[in-house]
């Protein structure tokens, strides 16, 4: 686990040996403690380099390891002590990654040489934690408070060149690291250590210390969404700038004390497990992610150039393909081409055409027009003939039936759709969507694209809305009604975004423009002058149904698009949402029509009705097979949906508030209201509860038992 060896006569050579990342789990903590003693009494050895196997330094602590109530083998404060005390000098290595108890253990080092391509940074904060084996401690006396704390708090990955900046590195080189690191480390043998004792050292004075910390208190409440590994972070900086270090230590400890086992940090932890889970799919046929082949793509095109299109084009040109961008409307490309340009800040191979006929040559076509089934059966069609034999034929559509696109191919199998969420270039989340007849080939490739463009990338069946938008749906549904019942916007955006949501329902409704669900409404007959000629307004296909969503688009308010919605814009494309009187009156207005009386409605409710719709909607997503597993939902919902990572996904969220509550809450409300068939607890969670409710990790046991009753 770390292997040691004497070189150049004097240096002992220790390399941490834990593939893939090299994680310090208990072994390698022993077999590091074990190294430093030796080198320390090996009478050999004048100095020491730190490096690890395979070109990665280490990427921190073992995630695996922190479901452990006592965690086995020496604690890292303790074996980092043991190496900054040691009186030879240290040197790390630093090739790859040196991340969270990586780049600890690097700051307990007494120098750092980097590789010119190596990163390093402290990204607990992801994981509900902070640098809590002395890294709070160390690194603001190393660069400061300032930078300490931006480091600490954001988690990013600090680039060597950076780092040596700010003094992070001590020298960044583009050769060997390891061999300039046993030169260096020869060269300061026998010189004195105690300055590059982080601990001996105070914290380089700040000026305004208390405003300064106030301010970034401040910061990090409007920021961190009910967050706690934020706020805990600028404590413990906090405490850096204060104590002396062995005080700081005790902060530090307590601190970590108070998170470690927190129900925040186990939801980040799970979901750092559930990004990853998506690589590992699976289709009910049978073929997985280890049996099938990627085709290669070095070409695509992108059909339709409206915003999705444009962030489509960046995404792919910014993972090195070369794009053909088709836009058949003139005025429209020459706007989108500008767009994609200053995307590209000039960079990127893309080229611009106006004619389908320009996709003729390329790998790999994603459609992005309209969202309408027409539309889209007519350019697959074209693209069926157009395309040379074997492109794969990709949809961005959101909801519509990849199966249906596919029959108008000549090759169905070669069509999946690959469903973007806006803004494309920026959002990580891909739905990789097979129908019944996507070849295994086809889902690999478009999965191994993802990856390509950086994206959380989780394949899933098809249905209307797949699993993310077919889980909106009674998210949106609750809202709507809550607002019937007397709730306003004001109130149901507080609740969710006090949950932790960036932005409430409404809001996020005004931004993405009400339009958008109202085309689809009337694609699925729910609406539209021909479906409600003589309907009842609140009921459709035998089922509570709101209109307010349509009455809205029907008034021109659009959201920010049109500087009114569910919230108030100074102007059309405004950002700032203000309450608006017309909507309060327009709900009184239209509760008075149908006899609806409004009552208090408490945050709570609006928290379990919308959430638990949601929640219910996914064991059924689950139930049917259309998402391989809870992980694969929680992964969509926190890379596309914005759900806050601190509370895990929504099935996460459901396994921590109790499987029980859960459906206990849905009786009540479906009780309360039985003409809403999304609020009726699905039979899986009835089994999951009758089961005992399991850990999320054995769901899958329940749900297969169930398939096979089918
Ligand atoms: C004794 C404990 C006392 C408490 C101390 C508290 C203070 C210290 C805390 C920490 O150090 S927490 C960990 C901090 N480190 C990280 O958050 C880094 C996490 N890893 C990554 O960001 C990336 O993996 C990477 C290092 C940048 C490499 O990325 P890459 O894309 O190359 O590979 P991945 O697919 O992400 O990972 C490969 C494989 O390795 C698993 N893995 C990665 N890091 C860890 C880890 N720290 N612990 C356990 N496992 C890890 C990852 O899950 C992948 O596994 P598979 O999916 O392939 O099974």
């Excluded at 009494?41 to 479901?67: M, Y």
């Excluded at 996460?652 to 409300?669: D, I, P, T």
């Amino acid at each position: 686990m770390a292997q040691y060896r004497v070189v150049s006569g004097s240096v002992a050579l220790i390399t941490i040996q834990n593939p893939p990342v090299n994680a310090l789990r208990a072994a390698v903590r022993e077999g590091l403690f074990n190294a430093i003693k030796r080198a320390s009494s090996d009478p050999q050895v004048r100095s020491v380099v730190l490096s690890g196997h395979n070109g990665t330094f280490c990427g921190g602590a073992d995630i695996k390891e922190f479901g452990n109530v006592s965690l086995p083998g020496p604690h890292l404060v303790e074996v980092f002590q043991l190496m900054e005390d040691l009186v030879k000098p240290v040197v790390a290595a630093i090739e790859g990654f040196a991340l969270g108890g990586g780049l600890e253990l690097a700051l307990a080092c007494h120098y750092r040489i980097g590789h010119s391509k190596a990163r390093v940074g402290f990204p607990e904060v992801n994981l509900g934690l902070f640098p809590g084996a002395g890294g709070s401690q160390r690194l603001p006396r190393l660069v400061g408070v300032p930078a300490a704390l931006d480091i600490i708090i954001t988690g990013r990955h600090v680039a060597a060149g950076e780092a040596l900046k700010l003094g992070l590195l001590d020298k960044v080189i583009d050769q060997n690291t390891v061999d300039a690191a046993v030169t260096f480390a020869k060269s300061v043998e026998g010189k004195p250590l105690d300055n590059h004792r982080l601990g001996n050292r105070p914290c380089p004075p700040l000026e305004n210390m208390d405003a300064f910390f106030e301010e970034a208190m401040k910061r990090v409440h409007s920021r961190a969404r009910g967050a706690v590994a934020p706020i805990t972070c600028v404590q413990a900086v906090r405490g850096a700038a204060t104590l002396p270090f062995h005080k700081g230590m005790e902060l530090e400890k307590m601190l970590l004390g108070t998170l470690f086992n927190s129900a925040q940090a186990q939801a980040s932890q799970y979901c750092f497990f559930a990004e990853r889970a998506g690589a590992r799919w699976s289709m009910p046929s049978g073929a997985r992610w280890d049996t099938c082949k990627a085709k290669p793509i070095g070409t695509a095109a992108v059909i339709g150039l409206g915003t999705m299109g444009r962030g489509i084009t960046v995404a792919l040109a910014r993972a090195g393909l070369s794009v053909v961008a088709v836009e058949t409307q003139e005025h429209q490309l020459a706007e989108a081409q500008r767009a994609v340009s200053r995307m590209l800040k000039g960079g990127g191979r893309v080229s611009y055409s106006p004619d389908l006929q320009a996709a003729a040559e390329v790998d790999l076509v994603v459609e992005a027009v309209f969202e309408d089934m027409a539309i889209k059966e007519k350019i697959f069609k074209q693209l069926s003939e157009v395309c040379k034999p074997g492109t794969l034929l990709t949809t961005n559509t959101s909801t519509l039936d990849i199966d249906r696109l596919a029959s108008c191919t000549r090759d169905p199998q070669l069509v999946v759709g690959m469903h973007f969420f806006a803004p494309a270039h920026i959002m990580r989340l891909l739905e990789v969507v097979y129908g019944p007849r996507s070849s295994p080939e086809a889902v690999a490739t478009a999965m191994q694209l993802g990856k390509r463009m950086g994206k959380v990338s989780v394949a899933v069946g098809n249905c209307t809305g797949f699993v993310g938008n077919r889980m909106l749906k009674p998210y949106l549904e609750q809202a709507n009604f809550l607002l019937e019942e007397g709730a306003t916007p004001e109130l149901v955006d507080a609740a969710l975004e006090e949950f932790g949501f960036p932005m409430g329902v409404f809001k996020m409704s005004d931004l993405s423009g009400l339009d958008v669900g109202w085309r689809v409404r009337k694609e699925e007959g729910l609406t539209g002058p021909g479906v409600t000629a003589g309907q009842p307004m609140r009921i459709r296909h035998s089922r509570r149904y709101s209109p307010l969503g349509d009455l809205m688009c029907e008034e021109g308010r659009y959201g920010q698009k049109t500087g009114s919605g569910w919230y108030l814009y100074d102007k059309p494309g405004g950002r700032v949402a203000r309450s608006d009187p017309w909507l309060r009156n327009f709900l009184e207005q239209y509760r008075a029509r149908h006899g609806l009386v409004a009552r208090r409605i408490s945050q709570q409710e609006v928290l379990e009705r919308c959430l638990y719709a949601l929640i219910n909607e996914g064991f059924r997503v689950l139930e049917d097979g259309i998402a391989a597993s809870p992980q694969n939902i929680d992964a969509i919902y926190v890379f596309g949906y914005s759900w806050p990572k601190h509370r895990g996904g929504p099935m996460f969220y459901a396994s921590q508030v109790g499987l029980a509550r859960v459906l206990e809450g849905l009786n009540h409300y479906h009780q309360a209201h039985p003409d809403v068939p999304h609020l009726e607890p699905c039979s899986l969670l009835r089994r999951l509860v009758a089961s005992g409710s399991p850990p999320i990790d054995k769901w899958s046991e329940v749900v297969k038992g169930h398939r096979s009753q089918l």
